[in-house]
């Protein structure tokens, strides 16, 4: 006879869900499918997952036989290509832990992030070679493996091992070994609410997971006849873990390489239907995709993220290109995805402009992330659509602490959900809308800006008494950061090209402010408090 107690755990298989399953699955089901690179020469190189999961087999061993071993973490400075894709499946399959580094940053800031990370090898793309250079001698890695797609002669370069030579005589059998699904396999660093950098350590539970939940029709709903591109750099949240998604649903993937100058040519060579990528990314090429209506006609979805997509820019891609446009809402925290805009069948009979507003929101959390929103006296607020509070999520795809660190009542809340810094609403529906943000960042282009590094490193600038920075909003990137200076005296030079290399020395150009107000004094609240609000009004009314 049974007990209870005997009965309380089912007798189902528990194989672990592993990122090595993803590839065997794709090689296994979709062997025919493929990836096309766009090379830096012009030219597409294609091969298939079979192909791939041979080479990704090769560097495994390679890496392996390097003593890398798991837990390890190893460093990538690599566009969206093939090797960047192998790297994806080569390092969480051999136990260690694949950390993409945001090349956008500065040598100061990626110093900091790769000794955060403890990373003694790293995989550097060729087309980075100056970048690196700047970084290589600030940095103590062990092993630098070039990846060589430009042609370019490299024997003076340093490095230990060209990636071609690397893998080139290793074996195309790997069997992975995973005891536990909760072993971590990427790392990628957010700027948290303030700035300063933080990991993020994915586990294969948290990823598979993640992928398995984007493929829901209702989210990303790719198919094995899609073709899907992430525009966005594989260094952002894993390219928001489309490259997972895509061939788990057996769809082929067109990676853009380093230079998003070529995406409508590439649409049209690949036959893109699925394109991912921020809004700022969409603005620039409207232009061009609206001249090329008909050869891009494969088109019929982009995700959209990163920051809120304009109304206006959703309604000329649906209505004027046909393209569904799914708006989505995320973090590097989450995996990234946490919800989604579709509309409902209940939306039928709206007008086209009530169809629009819902479109412009967030969305509803995707199934298995719960969401709430919380005000400053730790209430929990209704969905009424009016409420603001912030936005706390939870699912088995949110980090629960960052890498190294122990969790802080400013990260998460006392029964364990994310503070995720964004001031929303919710509707009945349970639609999220963003309304403003309390972390002290800008979002620009899809990527952040933090205004108190920015003001930290000016104001000890020995010619600053008091600095600001405030981000305004800003029709190609979102929004773009604006500094308010108090000086220390008046002077001839030209103060702002000097304050502008003393930020240059530490962050990269997309961080430098668009201008420069001087003051005489910093607007203050009642309480004493930088009023950053009374400085936006003035400056956009000045
Ligand atoms: P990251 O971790 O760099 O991807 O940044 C995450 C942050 O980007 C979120 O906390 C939001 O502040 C912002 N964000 C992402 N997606 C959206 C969106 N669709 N609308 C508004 N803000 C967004």
Redesign the pocket.
């Known amino acids: 006879m049974t007990s209870g107690r005997d009965n309380m755990f089912g007798s189902m298989m528990n194989t672990p869900m592993t990122i090595g399953q993803i590839l065997e699955h794709a090689s296994n089901i979709h062997g025919d499918k493929h990836v096309h690179t766009l090379l830096p020469n012009g030219k597409i190189h294609r091969y298939n997952y079979t192909t791939l999961h041979r080479r990704v087999n090769q560097l495994s061993n390679a890496t392996e036989s390097l003593g890398i071993n798991p837990g390890d973490r190893v460093a990538t400075f690599v566009s969206n290509t093939y090797q960047h894709l192998e790297l994806y499946y080569a390092i969480p399959n051999i136990g260690a832990i694949i950390h993409p580094l945001n090349v956008q940053l500065s040598p100061i800031q990626l110093k900091k992030i790769v000794n955060d990370a403890e990373n003694n090898i790293i995989f550097v793309d060729n087309i980075y070679a100056d970048q690196f250079a700047n970084l290589q001698n600030k940095i103590g890695c062990k092993h630098t493996i070039l990846i060589n797609n430009t042609n370019q002669d490299i024997t003076h370069q340093d490095c230990s091992f060209e990636y071609e030579r690397f893998i080139s005589d290793e074996d195309r059998t790997y069997s992975p070994d995973i005891p536990d699904e909760n072993c971590s396999m990427a790392l990628c660093y957010?700027?948290g609410t303030n700035g300063e950098p933080k990991g993020v350590l994915y586990t294969h539970r948290s990823m598979y997971l993640h992928t398995m939940a984007v493929n829901h029709t209702d989210v990303f709903g790719l198919t094995e006849s899609d073709v899907v591109m992430p525009i966005v750099p594989m260094y952002?949240?894993m390219a928001w873990g489309l490259p997972y998604a895509t061939m788990l649903s057996g769809a082929e993937l067109v990676l853009h390489g380093s230079s998003q100058d070529n995406i409508v040519d590439l649409i049209c060579e690949t036959g893109v239907t699925v394109a991912a990528g921020v809004?700022s990314v969409w603005k620039k090429h409207l232009p061009e995709m609206i001249n090329r209506k008909h050869e891009i006609n494969t088109l019929n979805k982009i995700i959209?993220?990163?920051?809120?997509?304009p109304m206006s820019l959703i309604e000329v891609f649906e209505k004027e290109l046909g393209i569904e446009v799914r708006?989505?809402?995320?973090?590097?925290?989450?995996s990234?995805t946490?919800?989604l805009?579709r509309l409902r069948k209940a939306h039928e009979k709206h007008s086209d402009e009530e169809k629009l507003n819902i479109k412009a929101m967030?969305?509803r959390p995707i199934p298995g992330v719960q969401i709430r929103l919380m005000n400053g006296t730790m209430d929990i607020l209704p969905w009424d659509g009016n409420s603001v509070g912030e936005?706390q999520v939870r699912s088995p795809w949110t980090v629960s602490s960052y890498y190294n660190t122990e969790p802080s009542l400013e990260h998460f809340t006392e029964d364990g959900w994310l503070r995720?810094?964004?001031l929303a609403t919710i509707n009945s529906e349970g639609y999220v809308q963003?309304v403003d943000?309390m972390?002290s960042?800008i979002?620009s282009g899809?990527?952040?800006i933090s205004t108190v590094q920015l003001e930290t490193c000016l104001s000890i600038h020995p010619q600053v008494i008091e600095a600001v920075v405030i981000g305004v909003p800003n029709d190609q990137w979102g929004e773009r950061p604006i500094a308010v200076v108090v000086l220390a005296t008046k002077t001839e030079e030209d103060i702002t090209e000097i304050l502008k290399q003393h930020l240059a020395n530490e962050f990269p150009n997309f961080w430098i402010p668009d201008r420069f107000v001087y003051v005489d004094e910093i607007p203050k609240t009642s309480v004493g408090k930088t009023d950053k609000q009374a400085i936006i009004r003035r400056i956009l009314t000045s």
Request: glycine share 18%; aromatic share 2%; proline share 5%.
């Open positions: 957010t700027s952002h949240v809004p959209v993220g990163g920051e809120a997509m708006h989505a809402w995320g973090m590097t925290e989450m990234p946490g919800t805009c967030q969305g936005l995720t810094g964004d963003i943000r972390k960042l979002r899809g990527e952040s």
